[in-house]
């Protein structure tokens, strides 16, 4: 049989047509201009062009040809920048925004969790008061309510609550998780913070209507209140809950923190495996079972049926949605005896999943899912390839390592294009962890369905000491010598250029083709070299940062891979202080950073000094100062400052986050009319210095 060309097996993925306009498309679309005018403009020419192509398509000869060829990639481009931008409150009249109130009524679309004596969940605002009357709108909104008592909300409630909507803050700091960003795709742009009394809950029995994601949640709460008692530590449970059900908000930063160094992270997040572990666990049930004739339709329901219910408990993220959406077509295909393509039907399950949701292009999740997917289908034959093993123990251990290597070709790019870091021995990590995963997934599922209480006892022993095993073995590999292989994030030009680069290997490969190799060497090239550049440009550079962590003060100097930061925080490892600066601390330094405590309770000054410069943190007036090159005010220091400044004569003061808005402001205008250079660090970004002296 004559192999089929590269060409000829694009043709066989009709899906192609569609998904690559409209991929691209969606892409590019948060870079173009928008207003509700260029939105209504784009809706209008969308349908006009949809009509003129119709009609293109009835005819005949060249107009239909190029009409309806070039209409059809035309509309598509349209159509996804519909998509893209439909929900966001520049181009949609009812949102809430665009009313001037301080009264909302609100619906909570999910469960709400409760941290200290915070309830934190996003809600749909269905209307507001407005002068005293109820108009009804549209959006969504992340609220954060103070309360002493014990979280009684849940999915579904209707709340009325009062306060100031203000927009999600972005990142202040340099590789700072983007929280914004994170929100929007989930078109969450505003939030709001209410104390008890400004908020109540609203008659229950209007919001116990049907709702299929209130049902979910309430099973996979009745799985997990089933599962607790058979579970004996806190930290067991929660991991064994994100491995059933993709419930990972208990699970302690050190453990998360782990399973992310050694390249596992994925077991924690439901996604394709733990659907393929859920579908040969019902294919193994279902087969022995002597199924009548009439009755042969019945394995596919229901395998049908149980894996959609699973993604919808587990909260049909990407990952899990496109693994349902494929397994469905391998169902499909073997009950009617047809062919199957991995590729076409990956290509299908990315295309439902971003007309339903448009802006799941830029989540992390997805991307990864669906490169590791495609690494997978395209890269473990070759895998294969080289390491031919025959005994069927081997053969195994040569599959699971070939499916490790060929998810994570693919993936690395992107992984240190987001994160920057590298897992050195995931391959070890991935072979210790999906055996032992999969039992404790198997022993979940046993145990969920399971009405005996002993025997739910032993099996709970088992799953406790094999999740045992597995953070055993995870912390020993994260304490090994380069465990973690942690850079400065690539740019979009190496990012660019090292899937080129790939992909030109792998065709060269596949199809025996020379010219591309070396246009892969090429690439390579060209990717050593903007590395090779970039390091020498970073080398003995000089690093001064003053960190926006909002009440409290956090200063940074680095340089030659070695760092010392001086911090009110009481560690380094506070929280605060890792969320808004330690990834670049981290990044910043190859040997263990020196920290200094500064006090930030009591009002007291300091004298930092610095290779660049004196440094002096103001918090209260005295009567003399030494001189020194930057001043931060703190704590709303304004009676005396003058006096201070002239002793101290400054090149730059910076205003912290520790001062209110209100005052910073009347400090600002004082600086300005002294000619002294100032940084507002309220609401702004850090203050970042490279290479230049102050």
């Not at 605002?125 to 969504?140: D, H, L, N, P, S």
């Not at 994601?213 to 099973?219: E, N």
């Amino acid at each position: 049989m004559k192999k089929l060309s590269f060409l000829q097996r694009l043709e066989r993925l009709p899906t192609l047509k569609l998904a690559v306009p409209y991929l691209v498309t969606l892409l590019l679309a948060p870079g173009l201009p928008m207003s509700l005018h260029i939105f209504q403009c784009v809706q209008q020419l969308l349908v006009v062009l949809v009509l003129i192509t119709f009609c293109c398509y009835l005819l005949k000869g060249r107009i239909r040809r190029y009409g309806y060829i070039y209409g059809y990639y035309v509309s598509v481009v349209l159509f996804g920048i519909f998509q893209f931008w439909r929900e966001d409150p520049l181009v949609t009249i009812s949102h809430f925004s665009h009313i001037m109130t301080d009264s909302y009524v609100v619906k909570i679309i999910e469960e709400p969790k409760m941290k200290r004596d915070i309830i934190r969940f996003s809600a749909e605002v269905v209307g507001a008061y407005q002068k005293g009357e109820f108009v009804e709108t549209t959006g969504r909104l992340m609220l954060s309510l103070k309360s002493s008592q014990k979280n009684s909300l849940q999915f579904g409630d209707l709340l009325w609550l009062k306060g100031q909507v203000k927009e999600i803050a972005p990142p202040f700091n340099p590789m700072e998780f983007d929280y914004r960003q994170y929100l929007k795709r989930q078109h969450i742009y505003h939030e709001i913070f209410a104390v008890f009394g400004r908020y109540k809950l609203i008659n229950r029995k209007e919001t116990t209507a049907f709702s299929l994601t209130g049902l979910a949640l309430q099973t996979r709460r009745y799985f997990l209140v089933k599962l607790r008692p058979h579970i004996k530590r806190d930290e067991h449970f929660a991991i064994a809950s994100a491995l059933l059900y993709g419930s990972r908000s208990d699970i302690s930063a050190e453990s998360i923190q782990v399973f992310t160094n050694t390249g596992t992270i994925h077991v924690l997040s439901v996604s394709g495996m733990h659907v393929a572990v859920l579908f040969g666990f019902l294919s193994l049930i279902f087969k022995r079972i002597a199924w009548p004739s009439y009755l042969r339709w019945l394995p596919l329901i229901l395998l049908w049926s149980m894996i959609w219910i699973y993604a919808f408990i587990a909260g049909l993220d990407p990952p899990i949605t496109r693994a349902a959406i494929m397994i469905s077509f391998v169902l499909c295909a073997q009950h009617f005896k047809r062919s199957f393509s991995t590729l076409n039907s990956l290509i299908i399950a990315a295309l439902l999943i971003l007309l339903v949701v448009p802006r799941a292009v830029v989540d992390v999740g997805f991307q990864l899912s669906f490169l590791a997917v495609l690494g997978m289908t395209i890269c473990s034959p070759l895998v294969e390839g080289f390491l031919p093993v025959k005994r069927p123990i081997l053969r195994l251990l040569r599959d699971a390592l070939a499916v490790s290597i060929a998810a994570q070709i693919l993936t690395t790019p992107l992984s240190l294009y987001y994160f920057g870091q590298f897992p050195t021995y995931f391959l070890i990590a991935n072979v210790l962890v999906d055996l032992p995963s999969t039992l404790v997934m198997y022993l979940g599922f046993i145990m969920t369905i399971n009405p005996m209480q002993g025997l739910n006892d032993l099996l709970g022993f088992l799953l406790e000491h094999l999740i045992a095993f597995i953070l055993y073995c995870l912390k020993f590999i994260d304490h090994l010598a380069f465990s973690t292989i942690k850079v400065e994030p690539m740019g979009l030009e190496l990012l660019f250029l090292t899937y080129f680069a790939l992909f030109s290997f792998l065709y060269a490969f596949q199809w025996k083709d020379k010219k591309y190799v070396w246009l892969g060497g090429c690439c390579t090239i060209g990717i050593l070299l903007i590395t090779a550049q970039k390091c020498l440009e970073n080398k003995d550079v000089e690093r001064f940062r003053v960190y926006n962590t909002k009440h409290e003060l956090t200063i940074g100097y680095f340089k030659g891979g070695r760092g010392i930061v001086y911090s009110t925080f009481d560690s380094l490892q506070a929280s605060g202080l890792q969320y808004s600066c330690g990834r670049e601390i981290q990044l910043l330094t190859s040997e263990k950073v020196q920290f200094v405590a500064l006090n930030g309770r009591e009002r007291k000054n300091y004298l930092v000094t610095l290779p660049l410069g004196n440094i002096a943190i103001l918090c209260h007036a005295v009567e003399t100062m030494p001189q020194a090159d930057l001043v931060i005010v703190r704590k709303n220091l304004l009676n005396g400052l003058p006096h201070l400044l002239k002793q101290i004569r400054p090149k730059l003061v910076i205003l912290d986050g520790s001062n209110s808005m209100e005052k910073s402001r009347h400090i600002q205008r004082m600086l300005d009319s002294l000619g002294i250079q100032n940084y507002l660090m309220k609401d702004n970004f850090a203050y970042v210095w490279d290479k230049e002296n102050l």
